[in-house]
Every structure is written in C-alpha cells, then in structure tokens.
C-alpha cells in the first residue's frame, strides 16, 4: 500500500465556490450564505436579497386552529451573514394588523430563536446562548425586544439591534441586523447554530395562529432542542447573481443528479404589476393567487465552457394542458438574455444576443419553443420537463453561442431575466419573476437583473474513472479561493493520503491522513487550521507523497 503526502499554497482572489445553499424546505438544515455587501435597513427588498432564497414558514403551530385562508396569516424570510452581522428579511402577510393584546406574544409580531453553539439542551435555555427575541409591528426601539420574552438572555445587549418596519399592500416587512459577536455565533463558513423563525397574528385581542420555520412545537421559547439547524454558508450573496462552474456536465433529463444539489438556490422575488402606461395584469395576491406556492418557482443555475444550465422547479396547483399553442396564455416559463448586458432600452429594441425564450408546459421538442428574436438560434437547446406533486421542473441547457458568447469565461457578466406565467382560469392569470415587475421584459432588455460566471472553467475537473499511468498531484480549484477548494490528485493504485498543509514559514497548520482508492481523489480544504480557526490570506503549500513519490503545490488565499 502506498502512502500519499500532499503540501499545498492557497492564494484566493474573489471566488464563489458551490457549497449548498439556503433551503426552500422545512425539516432541513438552513444554509446561510454569506454577504458582500451589507443590504440597507430599510424594509426594502435591496438587490443583494435577489440572491437569497426566500424561506417559507410552513409549519403552523400545533395547538391552535389554521388562519381563515392563506392571506389571513403566511410568512417567509431570507438571511445573509458577514463578519459583523446576521441580516433577516421577514415578509409577513397578514388581513388585519392589530396590536391591543394583553400581552406582547398576543400581537402581531415576529420571534427570533437563537442557540448560539448549537447545543440544542433538554431542559430551559442555558442562560450562556440561548434567547429569544420579539419584534411586534407597534416596536419603535430595541428597548422591548427582550422584555416579557422568557429569553434567559440576561447576558444579550438588544442595544445594538437595528431593525426596520414598512407596511406593504398584504402585511408587512421586517428588516434585521443583529451583530453576530452577540449572539455567540462564530463568523467562520460551516459554522452551526440553534435557529427557528415564528409569525404571531392577532385577529380577535389575542394570538390566533402562529406559522414556523422549523417545529410546529410552541416551547421553542424556552427548550433549544426543539429549534431547527442553520449553518453559515461560504457561498457568496451579491446584488449581481454569482453563477458558479459546473462541477461535471449535467444529463438533462428532468432527473436531479447530485450536482445541481450543490448548486445555489434562487427564489422568485416579484410579480409583475404594471407594464407601459398603464397596469397589464390586474393583480391582487388575494385574488390571484390559490395559496403561497401558487405561480411561485425557484432555480439553480452553473455554467462550463459550452452551456450555461438551469434547473427551474415551479410551483402551481393548477398545471393546464395549453389552452392555445405558442401563446404567453399558458403555464410556462420564460427565460430572458442580455449577451452582452448591454441592457438596451425598450425604444432602442433588443440586439442580436437579446432573446426571450418560452417553455411551455406539455412542449417536448425544440419546434414547440418560441418566444421573441431568437427563431433561428434554438437548435442548440436541450431540456426535459417533468410533472411533479406541486407543479413541474425543467431542466435546460442553453449553448452559449445562441447568446452570441464564444469563449465564455470567469468575470463574463450576462442579463437575465427569468419569469412564471400561470393560467388557472383559461388565461394568464398572474406572473412571478425573479427581478423585475414590470411585464415588458419582452422587449426592454434594460429590465433585466445581471449575472456574473465566477470560478474557472479550466479548473473544473473532469469526471473520471480511468487510471492514470503513474500517481500526480492535479491543480487545485479554484486558486486562488476564497473560502473553499478541492485538491485533485491521481492515484495509479489504492493509497493513505497524508495531506499536510504549511504556511510560508514552514509551520504546518493541517494535516489529513486518509485511504483513497485509486483514480481522481478530491479533496476539500476550507481555509482553516487544524483547530477549525481561520487562516490569514497568503500563501500555502501542499505537499503529496506516495511511497516514494512525492509533489509540491502552491496555493493561494484570499479572505
């Protein structure tokens, strides 16, 4: 048996690797992903929030009776993380605002849950922590927030909270920035931490429905073992969306292959309201919309050298065979590009590489696509829808050469629009998009969001069994990096993996000994010390050894 020593030297420039990212799903971990930028405190949707998926708090609490209808009470909510702060964005939907309960729980409001370290105890708050935090819409300081909450967080300063209010047309928006140090959670990617998120509704005086993230359980205010997971992200939030690279080449068949898995996850954020001159769509949620997964949808989307791929689940109660062929009238989504985000104007009109491409449900080959200047580049497309419980997925690989894009590479930056129209009643019913609300994207590609390709094509390793003739140690990707890389080595026969990690004075500051099997070997570095603490930026080197056989590498990281 062999035994393989690796050094390695990380120097990392602004790099977003793909790591999971936040989940839609109740009853699972919550990823935070981490800001550039902090978002403003406003209330306000800010862009970086674009790239945060948009949570929803499906779990009702247990004792009480279900809300009248689905506007009578609904939530959803988005977090980022930096190394000062935890931000939340809460979008609260609620029919009547009321705040004359006798108590603050009684009122509408939302409560934060917090377990610093993630020890989930048995028994009342640990006092070290463990807190709860309420904010009821009538707040005006940070003076109430702990107060009357059963918190155990005597230790937590609230002082330092900055939270924002703002009425919308169904409820209202709550915006939070909370100092990270505070609540005794470790600004490092994979950190873990005790968390539940609840909604509180006043209807009659007193609290009468209540939605959750995690548990419909209501002792969450005060046992931390029933609060769910979140755990910080090293994936990167920025107002212009991160595509990361493709980590192997997808089989499009509508089938979820683990890759997309690691793939960001990205929520729709509007509808569309109005249009030139006057509204287009009389929308009214209320009326509109079934529920809250009605004409909803999220994506996940990487590029390589030849495709840029997207994976879009939507959600609809009500999926319609087409009503007429060819038309913005049924179920459907469309996809929108800027190649060059030159973001022409409407009276400009769109270029050769603006395009809007419709996916109807129940089109199967390229001739049922259509949609608006692009007759003529649709040959390269390939996807594959599927019907699912709550609606279907489409599954979509886009050749860059429709875009008129031929050598794409990291730092390329795109528009892109992408939009769900929904027919529940014989016609267009209500259309959600992922950046804009007003509905003539069509032909305004001014309109459109913005995407960047980050990471490096040439450092996407290749999926591969073969054995090579003789053991090496391979690139790794990306280099430099921000947060995370893989370390790629080839084994000609199976081998313990000695990876040992030295900083520029030759101190070692990791070590890994592990049996791999023969062939490709990946192997994940986040930028820590053996102790788990983060690294300064520079240089470090691996070194692989096999036997006889040994290699050095340099690596760079970049915090």
């Known amino acids: 048996m062999k035994r393989c020593l690796f050094y390695i030297i990380f120097v990392a420039p602004l790099i977003f690797t793909h790591t999971t990212y936040a989940t839609v799903t109740a009853d699972s971990v919550l990823w935070v992903p981490r800001a550039t930028t902090p978002p403003v405190i406003d209330g306000k949707l800010d862009g970086i929030w674009h790239s945060v ?55 509408d409001s939302v409560d934060l849950f917090f377990d610093g370290n993630n020890s989930k105890t048995f028994k009342d708050y640990d006092g070290e922590d463990d807190v709860l935090m309420r904010f009821a819409y009538n707040f005006t300081s940070t003076d109430p927030i702990l107060n009357e ?3 155990k967080g005597d230790w937590f300063d609230p002082s330092n909270i900055i939270f924002k209010k703002l009425d919308t047309d169904y409820g209202w928006n709550l915006e939070i920035s909370i100092p990270i140090e505070d609540l005794k959670i470790d600004a490092k990617p994979n950190y873990e931490f005790g968390f539940e998120i609840e909604i509180n509704d006043n209807d009659s005086g007193q609290r009468d429905h209540g939605w959750k993230w995690s548990t419909g359980d209501n002792d969450t205010w ?40 690691e793939i960001p996850e990205i929520s729709h954020n509007k509808y569309v309201t109005h249009g030139e001159g006057a509204p287009v769509i009389p929308f009214d949620m209320r009326i509109m919309l079934n529920d809250w997964l009605d004409c909803s949808f999220t994506y996940r989307t990487m590029w390589d050298n030849n495709y840029i ?76 829808q599927n019907k699912t419980e709550k609606g279907w997925v489409l599954e979509v690989a886009i050749p860059f050469s429709m875009l008129e894009i031929k050598n794409p590479t990291r730092g390329d930056v795109l528009g892109f629009e992408i939009q769900y129209n929904d027919n529940d009643t014989g016609e267009r019913d209500a259309v959600a998009r992922w950046f804009s609300e007003n509905n003539e994207c069509y032909m ?73 099997q023969s062939g490709l070997c990946q192997i994940r570095w986040d930028g820590n010390d053996q102790s788990g603490n983060r690294l300064p930026s520079g240089i470090y080197f691996c070194r692989l050894q096999v036997e006889d056989f040994s290699e050095t590498g340099k690596i760079i990281l970049v915090r």
């Open 53 to 107: 998926t948009n949570t929803f708090m499906e779990k009702h609490l247990s004792y009480m009776p279900e809300p009248e209808n689905w506007f009578d009470l609904w939530g959803s909510f988005r977090v980022l993380w930096d190394d000062k702060n935890m931000y939340f964005f809460v979008h609260v939907i609620d029919d009547m605002i009321r705040t004359d309960g006798p108590n603050p729980w009684n009122d």
């Open 149 to 151: 909450t059963n918190s």
């Open 222 to 261: 005060r046992y931390a073992n029933l609060l769910g997971t979140a755990i910080l992200s090293d994936y990167v939030a920025d107002s212009v969306l991160q595509v990361v690279p493709a980590p192997s080449t997808p089989i499009i068949d509508g089938q979820m292959d683990d890759i997309w898995k």
């Open 309 to 384: 791929y997207f994976w879009i689940t939507g959600y609809d109660n009500i999926l319609s065979v087409p009503f007429t062929e060819g038309t913005q009238q049924n179920d459907s989504f469309e996809l929108f590009f800027d190649g060059d985000n030159s973001k022409r104007s409407q009276a400009q009109g769109y270029d050769d590489n603006d395009m809007q491409i419709r996916f109807e449900w129940g089109d199967i080959t390229i001739a049922n696509l259509d949609g608006h200047n692009n007759p003529d580049k649709l040959l390269g497309i390939r996807y594959v």
């Open 444 to 516: 305004n590609a001014s309109l459109f969001g913005t995407v960047k390709l980050v990471g490096t094509t040439s450092d996407i390793p290749l999926v591969s069994h073969a054995k090579p003739d003789e053991t090496q140690l391979k690139t790794n990707y990306p280099n430099p990096f921000t947060s995370t890389t893989m370390i790629q080595i080839y084994l000609s026969s199976d081998a313990e993996v000695l990876l040992s990690i030295y900083d520029v004075l030759g101190h070692c500051v990791y070590v890994m000994n592990k049996h791999q």
